[in-house]
């Protein structure tokens, strides 16, 4: 019982501090984190999102904007040092007593790409059981306040290639697309037992909805980016994609688990019995291919020191699979409890049907105002599942730099940014501070990014 608890209780604390991390994993550079995330000009997510900025020219002198960023992964040099023998440290091992799950959680939520100079800290007072004769109660301590109440998960979209060529504003192109959703919610019996440590009840069902998702293939694409208005100073310009998405596998599964407890809590060898029940439907890569059509739009203006934009991406696409399955299944196991039986198996439904997907329908809104050597901005970025706002600035005084920012994640807690930078020529040396919560811990931490810039 004691170990089922702990699992679950582990679970639900990873979902629930991990959904912001996607908005911040993949930046990978240290002025644009010491802006606090914001995006200019051509960098980070502008072009991603609005395809009008394909035709925005790339103004280094106006934006201060790299050509190239290579990131230094000081943090990585750190990590290997604390854990040079990784396939056999014990705190990596879940064979070995000395496991850390605490450990391996805020390493996956905080890749260890930049140096953290200040770690989050985690609970201490862990878990604490109050056990009776005939009762049960878990108290998670500080780490109770990490038990999310409402739905939580972890979703994204993403388009890891998208080779093409290109003439007089026009592209042909194929492009990777791939979507992913993870949810949980609770449901009020387990959530009163792990966030208000309620004693557990005789012959009551402590369970989670659960749901998931993940599909991908590939889109032949056709697109257009142009200056429709204006010139390089003052110019309105458009953009737009077509995509044809052809699926190339998916699977989804929606259901509940958890447990009940018997008659009585601590009667025979063990008090509760694993229950769970789930709908399960795929189309496996090599059936009949997904299909679907969608499309990107975007429009930005720039007129002397003020830019404005905004894109739209994945609207209407809806993906047909024709040759979906389907499966029920259930699991319960009552031998523990001294019933000796186990029920589990697993039904097919329906075979060869029709089913849809969708995908999530992502924008972003963009402004930036430079004035000599000042730049100032902000976006929002929207992917599905609830926006994330950056306000950040710059300011460059010959060779320096001085930076910072702010944002709002996506679950509403505000992070900072702040740092600098060193310009010799061709050549710049970026450092960037950022705060975060992506933690088992209420408190931030801070970490540390550097990069190289040519310019």
Request: charged share 15%; glycine share 16%; proline share 5%.
């Amino acid at each position: 019982m004691r170990i089922l608890v702990v699992g679950l209780g582990l679970v639900v604390l990873v979902g629930g501090a991990a959904a912001p991390a996607t908005a911040q994993w993949l930046v990978t550079d240290a002025r644009r984190i010491g802006m606090g995330g914001l995006s200019l000009g051509r960098s980070g997510s502008l072009v991603r999102y609005n395809p009008a900025y394909r035709a925005v020219q790339a103004r280094a002198d106006r934006r201060g904007q790299p050509k190239v960023t290579i990131p230094i992964p000081l943090g990585i040099i750190q990590f290997l040092h604390d854990h040079p023998h990784l396939s056999s440290d014990p705190a990596f091992d879940p064979k070995s007593r000395g496991f850390n799950p605490i450990l391996v959680v805020n390493t996956i939520l905080n890749l260890p790409l930049y140096l953290e100079v200040k770690k989050a800290p985690t609970p201490t007072n862990d878990v604490a059981f109050v056990i009776g004769e005939d009762s049960l109660m878990v108290n998670l301590g500080l780490a109770a306040s990490l038990v999310p109440e409402d739905q939580f998960g972890i979703s994204g979209s993403s388009r890891p290639f998208a080779p093409g060529f290109g003439f007089k504003g026009v592209r042909v192109g194929v492009m990777g697309w791939v979507h992913d959703d993870v949810e949980f919610q609770l449901g009020d019996t387990l959530l009163g037992f792990l966030r208000d440590s309620q004693p557990a009840r005789h012959n009551t069902r402590y369970s989670a909805l659960v749901h998931g998702l993940v599909e991908g293939g590939f889109a032949p694409t056709v697109s257009y980016a142009g200056r429709i208005a204006g010139d390089s100073t003052q110019g309105f310009y458009a953009g737009g994609a077509v995509h044809y998405y052809v699926g190339v596998g998916y699977a989804r599964t929606d259901g509940d688990a958890g447990f009940i407890t018997g008659n009585t809590i601590f009667g025979g060898s063990n008090p509760v019995t694993p229950d769970g029940r789930a709908l399960t439907q795929y189309s496996k890569p090599g059936n009949t291919f997904g299909h679907g059509v969608g499309g990107d739009i975007g429009v930005a203006w720039v007129s002397g020191p003020i830019e404005l934009g905004v894109g739209v991406n994945d609207i209407g696409a809806t993906i047909t699979w024709p040759d979906t399955r389907q499966d029920s299944a259930y699991y319960r196991d009552s031998t523990a409890a001294g019933n000796g039986s186990i029920v589990s198996y697993s039904v097919p439904i329906a075979n060869h049907r029709e089913t849809k997907t969708k995908l999530p329908v992502a924008y972003i809104a963009n402004v930036a105002y430079t004035v000599g050597n000042t730049t100032l901005g902000a976006d929002l970025l929207n992917t599905g599942r609830g926006g994330v706002v950056h306000v950040g600035g710059e300011q460059r005084i010959g060779l320096f730099a001085v930076r910072g920012g702010v944002a709002r994640d996506q679950r509403k807690r505000i992070e900072f940014g702040f740092g600098g930078g060193l310009r010799f020529g061709g050549l710049g040396l970026d450092v960037g501070f950022w705060t975060h919560t992506n933690s088992l811990s209420n408190e931030r931490g801070i970490t540390m990014a550097t990069s190289l810039s040519i310019y």
